[in-house]
């Protein structure tokens, strides 16, 4: 079995912005400086004893998911976001993961997963991401705790190339529930799409509306995604995480299975997207991040947060195909 997390000492930290080579002028990805560093510590949570749940609402945990996992409170969530290592070798700031046997990484789901259920309300939904090489365990795990809905597999429209292979540019989310009682809001994520045969009936849009963008229709979601833009440089919400999720990605899932005031929890927090969209929409949430600078970043981008809660890609109530609008 791995160490915690799977994770293992790697590495250095990346320095702080204040320290780091001048990135170029239009590079908008956030950093951090020595002042902010210290200023996001005092926030941050170690929790060496049983809690509720006020103790942690609203909070960024600091700390190893494993040393925790007794002292989270029972039947709090209603919604929780799992993106745990995926089964490769893959650094991340000072610690690493190793790629494991399918069975050694299932066993490895398992140990976090089985202790997490007490913390689910019994109409909470879970999503947990995966890719196609991790995949199969992870459904042989959630399968054993919870009714499996779906498997939503969604565009990376980025990836490497390979010359003896398909190019990978997808990745998998289980989406799960505790029981048949479960939030679905379906209204709240539909996507708007340019029509590209625009019938009429008696002359008239048939499911379709002309815009001063063009002509669009608003369809129901599915559970292939290629509406999604991985963050880059460019964008507002950019990190360095090597595999930070999109907040358009996020706001999807807490869209559909929570509701205003529902609690969020993502017990593999990275640089915060979970929080920060959780907050955005109006959600209670809290997360567990074992590396302190992702941390950080997650506190920065909760305070941007307060002064924008704009998602790229999400507007006037809808989702909008990638590059149709920005």
Same mark, same amino acid.
């Given at each position: 079995?791995?160490?915690?997390? &799977?994770?293992?000492?790697?590495?250095?930290?990346?320095?702080?912005?204040?320290?780091?080579?001048?990135?170029?002028?239009?590079?908008?990805?956030?950093?951090?400086?020595?002042? $902010?560093?210290?200023?996001?510590?005092?926030?941050?949570?170690?929790? @060496?004893?049983?809690?509720?749940?006020?103790?942690?609402?609203?909070?960024?945990?600091?700390?190893?998911?494993?040393?925790?996992?007794?002292?989270?409170?029972?039947?709090?969530?209603?919604?929780?976001?799992? @993106?745990?290592?995926?089964?490769?070798?893959?650094?991340?700031?000072?610690?690493?993961?190793?790629?494991?046997?399918?069975?050694?990484? !299932?066993?490895?789901? @398992?140990?976090?997963?089985?202790?997490?259920?007490?913390?689910?309300?019994?109409?909470?939904?879970?999503?947990?991401?995966?890719?196609?090489?991790?995949?199969?365990?992870?459904?042989?795990?959630?399968?054993?705790?919870?009714?499996?809905?779906?498997?939503?597999?969604? !565009?990376? $429209?980025?990836?490497?190339?390979?010359?003896?292979?398909?190019?990978?540019?997808?990745? @998998?989310?289980?989406?799960?529930?505790?029981?048949? $009682?479960?939030?679905?809001?379906? !209204?709240?994520?539909?996507?708007?799409?340019?029509?590209?045969?625009?019938?009429?009936?008696?002359?008239?849009?048939?499911?379709?509306?002309?815009?001063?963008?063009?002509?669009?229709?608003?369809?129901?979601?599915?559970?292939?995604?290629?509406?999604?833009?991985?963050?880059?440089?460019?964008?507002?919400?950019?990190?360095?995480?090597?595999?930070?999720?999109?907040?358009?990605?996020?706001?999807?899932? #807490?869209?559909?299975?929570?509701?205003? &005031?529902?609690?969020?929890?993502?017990?593999?927090?990275?640089? &915060?997207?979970?929080?920060?969209?959780?907050?955005?929409?109006?959600?209670?949430?809290?997360? #567990?991040?074992?590396? $302190?600078?992702?941390?950080?970043?997650?506190?920065?981008?909760?305070?941007?947060? !307060?002064?924008?809660?704009? #998602?790229? &890609?999400?507007?006037?109530?809808?989702?909008?195909?990638?590059?149709?609008?920005?």
């Amino acid at each position: 079995m791995p160490d915690v997390y &799977g994770l293992r000492q790697a590495g250095t930290y990346r320095k702080s912005n204040d320290m780091q080579d001048k990135r170029a002028p239009r590079n908008r990805t956030i950093t951090l400086t020595a002042a $902010e560093i210290k200023r996001y510590r005092r926030r941050l949570l170690q929790v @060496d004893a049983p809690v509720g749940p006020a103790a942690i609402l609203g909070k960024t945990i600091c700390q190893n998911l494993f040393g925790i996992l007794d002292y989270l409170p029972p039947q709090f969530v209603d919604l929780l976001f799992v @993106d745990p290592p995926y089964n490769l070798d893959k650094s991340f700031n000072k610690r690493s993961f190793n790629r494991m046997t399918l069975a050694e990484y !299932e066993t490895w789901l @398992d140990s976090w997963l089985a202790p997490l259920v007490r913390t689910l309300k019994p109409t909470a939904s879970i999503y947990i991401c995966g890719d196609w090489q991790s995949s199969a365990a992870i459904h042989r795990v959630v399968q054993k705790y919870f009714v499996v809905r779906n498997r939503i597999t969604w !565009e990376r $429209e980025k990836g490497r190339g390979a010359k003896t292979n398909w190019k990978n540019a997808s990745e @998998d989310i289980w989406f799960c529930t505790m029981t048949n $009682e479960y939030a679905f809001n379906v !209204e709240a994520v539909k996507l708007k799409r340019r029509v590209i045969a625009p019938y009429t009936d008696n002359g008239q849009p048939k499911d379709w509306a002309e815009t001063r963008r063009g002509r669009f229709r608003l369809t129901h979601p599915s559970n292939l995604w290629t509406d999604l833009t991985v963050p880059f440089w460019s964008m507002l919400e950019n990190t360095d995480h090597p595999t930070q999720k999109p907040e358009k990605l996020l706001a999807k899932i #807490i869209l559909a299975s929570s509701n205003p &005031g529902d609690v969020v929890f993502d017990p593999f927090l990275g640089s &915060g997207t979970t929080s920060v969209v959780a907050k955005k929409l109006g959600r209670q949430y809290t997360g #567990i991040e074992l590396d $302190e600078i992702f941390c950080y970043l997650c506190e920065k981008r909760l305070e941007m947060a !307060e002064a924008d809660s704009r #998602i790229q &890609g999400y507007e006037e109530g809808v989702f909008w195909e990638r590059n149709s609008k920005t």
